[in-house]
């Protein structure tokens, strides 16, 4: 499988500590997120019950789903405190070009 960049926003789009559900391709969304200036892309469910973590709030580099307040660490997709046995939310690669932010999605 190859990998595929899409942009899904310009830089000035995300400033830190912000989030954007984004759809590059007729999959899943995607949860783009600046964390002190780092860009990281997450699937936008929560694996404990699907939930869209794009309505939760970014603390720091956790974001917490809004529907039982489970808090996925974004730049790793890993659970944290009580939630820490939960399945790591799915993270992609992100570069930027020029102004552009892309998520690189393998190809099937």
């Not at 984004?22 to 964390?35: H, I, M």
């Not at 939760?56 to 808090?71: N, Q, S, T, V, Y």
């Not at 102004?99 to 099937?108: F, P, T």
Request: proline share 7%; glycine share 10%.
């Amino acid at each position: 499988m190859e990998l595929q960049y899409y942009p899904v926003a310009k830089v000035e789009e995300l400033p830190p500590g912000s989030t954007k559900r984004v759809r590059p391709t007729k999959g899943e969304y995607l949860l783009v997120c600046n964390v002190e200036g780092e860009i990281y892309a997450i699937e936008d469910f929560c694996t404990h019950d699907g939930s869209i973590l794009g309505f939760g709030d970014l603390d720091g580099k956790f974001i917490e789903c809004p529907r039982h307040f489970a808090k996925f660490d974004v730049t790793c997709g890993v659970a944290s405190g009580f939630w820490k046995h939960l399945k790591p939310v799915p993270t992609f690669p992100v570069r930027i070009t020029d102004d552009n932010i892309e998520v690189g999605i393998k190809e099937r």
